[in-house]
Every structure is written in structure tokens, then in C-alpha cells.
């Protein structure tokens, strides 16, 4: 079936503005996270939902980030007053409910601070 | 909360050799181990995972063994391919699954044909 989707692929803004990267995880899968990606690194944990709620946000680096997901399944991540060191590629994964799911990950949102 | 340590960062071999990639972490409570690969402008791509309850799982060419004493665990690829050539990244979660990753820098792998 369909994996994991992210729009856009790309996203080229200037400092200030505000941006919202969306995240449509696979068909089911009641588990969403949002990764941040810097260049050379491994993934860095931002937020995860089970189903509505964000049940760890510990990962957001300032409260210029947060993301929702109301209907338990497409996610969007929002960045206000953006700043070039927010330049990264954000990684979007879901996981099905239970012992044993592992995280399947979409390709990514490159967003890019001039 | 949990470091994840990845060593070779490159690591480059001829074409049919074998390919090892090691990592460590600190916390004693992580219990579930995922390898990663990811190819350029993709995202990661799972490949093979461990529980702590099982000491070695293998599929295909790709085998995974864990040591929890030592807090250590390994990646080995046999009879490597020229498409194998990616970045492989290892993860800790602590409890279930439902946990949030924690990874490893990355290994450049390199296959020569």
C-alpha cells in the first residue's frame, strides 16, 4: 500500500516567515512522529502522537514549533518567525498501535531559511 | 536520556566482502534496536530490528547481534552489492515501540564493484 506521504518535498522561505509542513502517514497506523534532520546527522526526535494527542513534545527545540494532527491521522508541523538554523530536512514516520511496530518514514520536507 | 554512539562513519569495501557497522548506547532500559537505510534525497528505509530478548536475527544478507552486557550492537551485510551503497543509521528506543528513536551519526558504506 501507500507509505508514508510529505509535502511539499521542497520549501524555500525567508527568515521571519511562517511555514507549515504536512505529513500523511500510512492508512491505520494510529502513531505519528516528526523527526528533524540536519546535514551529516541522524534524525533528531521532535513530537510524537498517539492518535489526537501529542503524547511527546520534548523534542520541539522552542516554542516557535508545534504541530497537530485533530483527526488522529494527517499531521502538520507549524514554524512561526522561522531563522536559518531551522534549515533541515524534516522527517515525518508512523507506526501501527502496538508491541512490536516499527517506524516507517516518509522522504522528507527539505526546508531551506534564506 | 539515551546516547547512541556509530562507528566506522565510512567504511568502504569491494564488491562481495562483508560490511560491519557498530554502535553503542547507554541506556540499560533500551530494548529495541532498528537499522536504518537511507539512499540520497530518500528518507530512511527500515532494514532490520532486534529486541532485547533475542541475541542475533538475520535476513538474507543482513544479520544483527546484540549484546546487552555490553551495551553494544552490530550490523553485518554479506556478499555486499554495488546497491547496498548507502548511509546506514542504528536507533535505541527505550519501552515499546511506540518510543520515540534515538539515532545513531550515520555510516557512509561504500561499495566497490
Known amino acids: 500500500g501507500a507509505g508514508v506521504s510529505q509535502t511539499p518535498s521542497n520549501k524555500v522561505t525567508e527568515k521571519g516567515k511562517y511555514v507549515e509542513l504536512r505529513c500523511d502517514p500510512i492508512?491505520?497506523?494510529?502513531?505519528l512522529y516528526w523527526y528533524r534532520q540536519s546535514l551529516g546527522q541522524g534524525p533528531e526526535f521532535l513530537i510524537y502522537?498517539?492518535?489526537?494527542?501529542?503524547?511527546?513534545d520534548s523534542g520541539l527545540p522552542n516554542d516557535r514549533f508545534f504541530a497537530v494532527r485533530p483527526e488522529g491521522s494527517v499531521s502538520t508541523l507549524k514554524i512561526q518567525r522561522t531563522e536559518r538554523g531551522d534549515s533541515a530536512v524534516y522527517l515525518c514516520?508512523?507506526?501501527?498501535?502496538?508491541?512490536?511496530?516499527?517506524?516507517?518514514f516518509g522522504d522528507g520536507t527539505r526546508l531551506s531559511i534564506l | 536520556g539515551e546516547n547512541v554512539e556509530q562507528h566506522p562513519s565510512t567504511l568502504s569495501v569491494q564488491e562481495g566482502d562483508s560490511a560491519v557497522i557498530k554502535c553503542t548506547y547507554s541506556?540499560?532500559?533500551?530494548?529495541?534496536f532498528p537499522w536504518y537505510k537511507q539512499e540520497l534525497g530518500k528518507g530512511p528505509q527500515l532494514i532490520i530490528d532486534?529486541?532485547?530478548?533475542?541475541g542475533e536475527k538475520k535476513d538474507q544478507r543482513i544479520a544483527v547481534t546484540l549484546n546487552k552486557t555490553a551495551k553494544h550492537f552490530s550490523l553485518h551485510i554479506t556478499e555486499t552489492q554495488p546497491e547496498d551503497s548507502a548511509v546506514y543509521f542504528c536507533?535505541?528506543?527505550?519501552?515499546?515501540?511506540?518510543?520515540?528513536?534515538?539515532f545513531g551519526r550515520g555510516t557512509q558504506l561504500t561499495v566497490w564493484p
Open positions: 514516520a508512523s507506526s501501527s498501535s502496538g508491541q512490536g511496530r516499527p517506524q516507517h
Open positions: 492508512s491505520g497506523h494510529t502513531a
Open positions: 502522537f498517539q492518535g489526537t494527542g501529542a503524547a511527546d
Open positions: 541506556d540499560s532500559a533500551s530494548n529495541y
Open positions: 532486534i529486541r532485547s530478548n533475542v
Open positions: 536507533a535505541a528506543s527505550r519501552g515499546s515501540t511506540l518510543g520515540r528513536l534515538y
